[in-house]
């Protein structure tokens, strides 16, 4: 851990001219991840359809020509409502779909189903093997159409997946022309550190913009707190509740922690970072609260008007929320737009990746997720609770409430 006394010591070396260049990636790779017998023209091999199963013999698997093009797989329930069957690529050596750790990838196929079905993915890691990873929102019954499903970012250790679609044994459905391309949108936001120790920018540069000491950033604005660089990772120095000077040589003011992008253009888009939570603390005008810790923002307009989702609560849940003008925080209202969901622990000193996604909605709605170790945690619509959807653009960054800790890999995708 870094020691205290290297904020306080006066002896912090001012990093702004490296740390506050961040750089920025061009398109994410487009290419397909092989789907084996994608579009079923494989036909049998074995007694079986090849490299697919039907997780039960509760249904029955056969293929058609009622499809998007050629045949198709028919998948028939033989079971009592309820009753989930899962139709996947199976786990064979030989029809394992490679993927590549930290990746984001889309997930596109043509399904018609007489009683609703969700996509399904399964992950393997060597040492660890086969696990559910990514469980979809339910679509309703519809007669053949294309479906379109981003994945969270691949799990670290993860080398390989099985995909899918999940329905009630008292239905069927046809599943046809399944792909999975990598890449789900470009890289808009890539932020970098030196992998020295020192200041990157603080909020005393926010509120004194015309004095020459200031650690200005070219990429982050900080309203409240300091961030520092730590072994090429963002840090939030040891937190107090103490005015900053120019460079947190004395204090850090970290106890509230408000870092944005400069960039406002950031409209649909993916955020996902690695975190590091060290420890929890209070100070005198912060004491602890069970919403302590560390939290994605999304689509922020001002302080006024921004969602935001827990990722690292000292409460251990998870939750979505949505900031409005006019009220007793700062001016503003909070909103939960879903419940605080538990089962989320801190994991203190342990690197964690967390992710959350912002979107506009045809209906004028806005929809948004926040995933855990890549996985989906939370998924709300904001049809307009407290004020309207918080539509278009805006920017992101990393709220924290009395916590120190560190993030890594720090990244904004579109959705496109």
Same mark, same amino acid.
């Given at each position: 851990?870094?020691?205290?006394?290297?904020?306080?010591?006066?002896?912090?070396?001012?990093?702004?001219?490296?740390?506050?260049?961040?750089?920025?990636?061009?398109?994410?790779?487009?290419? #397909?991840?092989?789907?084996?017998?994608?579009?079923?023209?494989?036909?049998?091999?074995?007694?079986?359809?090849?490299?697919?199963?039907?997780?039960?013999?509760?249904?029955?698997?056969?293929?058609?020509?009622?499809?998007?093009?050629?045949?198709?797989?028919?998948?028939?329930?033989?079971?009592?409502?309820?009753?989930?069957?899962?139709?996947?690529?199976?786990?064979?050596?030989?029809?394992?779909?490679?993927?590549?750790?930290?990746?984001?990838?889309?997930?596109?196929?043509?399904?018609?189903?007489?009683?609703?079905?969700?996509?399904?993915?399964?992950?393997?890691?060597?040492?660890?093997?086969?696990?559910?990873?990514?469980?979809?929102?339910?679509?309703?019954?519809?007669?053949?159409?294309?479906?379109?499903?981003?994945?969270?970012?691949?799990?670290?250790?993860?080398?390989?997946?099985?995909?899918?679609?999940?329905?009630?044994?008292?239905?069927?459905?046809?599943?046809?022309?399944?792909?999975?391309?990598?890449?789900?949108?470009?890289?808009?936001?890539?932020?970098?550190?030196?992998?020295?120790?020192?200041?990157?920018?603080?909020?005393?540069?926010?509120?004194?913009?015309?004095?020459?000491?200031?650690?200005?950033?070219?990429?982050?604005?900080?309203?409240?707190?300091?961030?520092?660089?730590?072994?090429?990772?963002?840090?939030?120095?040891?937190?107090?509740?103490?005015?900053?000077?120019?460079?947190?040589?004395?204090?850090?003011?970290?106890?509230?922690?408000?870092?944005?992008?400069?960039?406002?253009?950031?409209?649909?888009?993916?955020?996902?970072?690695?975190?590091?939570?060290?420890?929890?603390?209070?100070?005198?005008?912060?004491?602890?609260?069970?919403?302590?810790?560390?939290?994605?923002?999304?689509?922020?307009?001002?302080?006024?008007?921004?969602?935001?989702?827990?990722? #690292?609560?000292?409460?251990?849940?998870?939750?979505?929320?949505?900031?409005?003008?006019?009220?007793?925080?700062?001016?503003?209202?909070?909103?939960?737009?879903?419940?605080?969901?538990?089962?989320?622990?801190?994991?203190?000193?342990?690197?964690?990746?967390?992710?959350?996604?912002?979107?506009?909605?045809?209906?004028?709605?806005?929809?948004?997720?926040?995933?855990?170790?890549?996985?989906?945690?939370?998924?709300?619509?904001?049809?307009?609770?407290?004020?309207?959807?918080?539509?278009?653009?805006?920017?992101?960054?990393?709220?924290?409430?009395?916590?120190?800790?560190?993030?890594?890999?720090?990244?904004?995708?579109?959705?496109?």
């Amino acid at each position: 851990m870094r020691p205290t006394r290297t904020l306080a010591s006066g002896a912090v070396l001012l990093l702004t001219t490296l740390a506050s260049v961040a750089g920025t990636a061009g398109p994410a790779s487009a290419a #397909a991840s092989a789907v084996p017998n994608s579009s079923f023209e494989g036909g049998w091999s074995g007694g079986k359809l090849a490299c697919w199963d039907l997780s039960s013999k509760l249904g029955r698997l056969t293929l058609t020509r009622k499809s998007h093009h050629g045949l198709a797989a028919h998948a028939q329930g033989g079971g009592p409502a309820g009753t989930q069957l899962t139709l996947a690529s199976d786990a064979t050596t030989a029809c394992r779909i490679g993927v590549s750790a930290g990746d984001r990838y889309r997930l596109r196929f043509w399904l018609r189903s007489t009683a609703g079905a969700r996509p399904v993915v399964f992950a393997y890691a060597p040492g660890s093997g086969w696990r559910s990873w990514f469980t979809g929102e339910r679509f309703a019954a519809a007669s053949l159409r294309q479906y379109s499903v981003t994945l969270p970012a691949v799990p670290d250790g993860v080398t390989a997946v099985r995909v899918g679609v999940g329905f009630d044994a008292a239905g069927t459905v046809v599943l046809d022309d399944v792909t999975l391309t990598a890449g789900a949108g470009q890289v808009l936001f890539r932020p970098t550190f030196p992998d020295g120790d020192g200041l990157v920018t603080n909020d005393y540069a926010f509120w004194s913009p015309t004095d020459p000491r200031r650690a200005g950033s070219r990429v982050w604005d900080m309203t409240s707190g300091s961030l520092f660089a730590h072994d090429g990772n963002g840090y939030s120095g040891v937190p107090d509740d103490k005015p900053t000077d120019a460079r947190s040589r004395t204090s850090t003011r970290s106890a509230i922690f408000r870092l944005t992008t400069h960039d406002f253009s950031f409209g649909d888009v993916s955020v996902r970072t690695t975190l590091k939570v060290r420890r929890l603390s209070s100070t005198r005008s912060t004491p602890a609260v069970e919403w302590d810790g560390v939290h994605l923002f999304l689509r922020y307009k001002s302080q006024y008007r921004l969602y935001y989702a827990s990722v #690292a609560r000292r409460d251990g849940t998870v939750v979505i929320k949505k900031k409005c003008p006019g009220g007793r925080s700062n001016d503003g209202t909070y909103y939960e737009l879903t419940r605080e969901k538990p089962g989320y622990p801190i994991r203190f000193g342990t690197w964690q990746p967390v992710g959350a996604t912002v979107s506009d909605n045809s209906d004028g709605s806005v929809e948004l997720t926040v995933s855990i170790d890549g996985r989906l945690a939370a998924k709300a619509t904001d049809r307009g609770v407290g004020c309207g959807p918080i539509t278009g653009t805006g920017a992101v960054g990393i709220r924290a409430d009395n916590a120190e800790f560190e993030f890594a890999r720090y990244r904004v995708s579109s959705l496109d």
